[in-house]
């Protein structure tokens, strides 16, 4: 295999991971809440068209606040319903997700017509970073990239840091493991978990508007293609830690690129079977991970 080849493969594998860090990173902080979010597939597609809808208005910055703004609201429907209301997590998480992908479905036919195919959105190009670009192989790969990849390295310590160096996120992990022991001790779990959702949505969102803004330019219906699920396939296989989430998101980047490599390396195989990885990867950790790991232990558990 050639470095070309090597090195299309890296950056693919990067630019595939980008949207599924931001909606695992989210998803991993609603989680260490106490929750688990299905309805993680139904904010990316609607941060997706919000994306769309914001950035044809006012351009990329605002098509990326957009996207948040879209994705949170979704969360938000889903903390209602969950938190307050105490509803079944994966049954409303699994509406949700169905809610989204209709939503936007029908929204997006009624606003653009059946000329909305060819529609095309502002995008963010890739940036250079002088000197560290030039770096052979990874170079090309992890800094010539968007400036929303870029954020996603500092995103990642970040958040390290705020679980287990703040109240915050003492306060957040206690209420995934033992929530009356937080209640006792004058934390609520509701407002946790409703920040904890929130904010899940909002990364969610931003993932979805990646895909619009910094990847293909465009919208199309179910577009998220099942990443909401493959997300919390990568917190369990991340071990529900920020960094861990993060190397997980690249292994399932990779996974994606697997028909980037396919096409440059002149594979003899049915193209359906790169496409099908990524997916086929979700089940197999999924069956093995979870009786090896352990998550929070208050995760999908109903609060009364």
């Known amino acids: 295999m050639s470095t070309n080849a090597v090195t299309a493969f890296l950056e693919s ?25 299905i309805g993680l597939e139904g904010a990316i597609i609607c941060g997706a068209f919000g994306g769309l809808v914001f950035a044809t208005v006012g351009g990329v910055a605002l098509g990326f606040a957009g996207a948040a703004l879209a994705g949170t609201l979704v969360a938000a429907l889903f903390a209602a319903f969950v938190v307050t209301l105490r509803t079944e997590q994966i049954l409303t998480g ?19 017509g059946t000329n909305g195919a060819s529609l095309h959105t502002p995008t963010i190009a890739p940036v250079a970073l002088p000197g560290l670009s030039l770096i052979p192989v990874l170079g090309p790969a992890l800094f010539d990239q968007p400036v929303v990849t870029y954020a996603l390295y500092l995103i990642v310590p970040a958040l390290a840091w705020w679980f287990y160096r703040s109240a915050g996120g003492l306060a957040l992990r206690s209420v995934g493991e033992r929530p009356e022991a937080a209640r006792g001790a004058g934390i609520s779990p509701d407002r946790v978990q409703w920040a904890a959702i929130l904010f899940g949505g909002a990364m969610g969102g931003i993932g979805g508007g990646t895909l619009v803004l910094a990847q293909v330019g465009t919208f199309a219906e179910n577009m998220s293609a099942g990443r909401g699920f493959i997300a919390i396939a990568i917190v369990v296989l991340g071990r529900w830690t920020p960094f861990g989430v993060a190397g997980a998101a690249l292994v399932f980047g990779a996974a994606s690129a697997l028909q980037t490599l396919a096409q440059t390396t002149g ?38």
């Open 267 to 304: 594979w003899n195989m049915p193209y359906q079977l790169p496409l099908a990885f990524p997916y086929v990867l979700t089940l197999v950790l999924l069956a093995t991970s979870r009786a090896r790991t352990a998550g929070p232990q208050a995760l999908g558990q109903l609060q009364l």
């Open 13 to 37: 594998g990067v630019r595939f991971a980008t949207p599924l860090a931001y909606a695992a990173l989210g998803e991993l902080v609603v989680e260490c809440a106490g929750v688990i979010n």
């Open 94 to 112: 699994t509406a949700i997700s169905m809610f989204g992908l209709g939503i936007t479905g029908t929204l997006y036919r009624t606003m653009y």
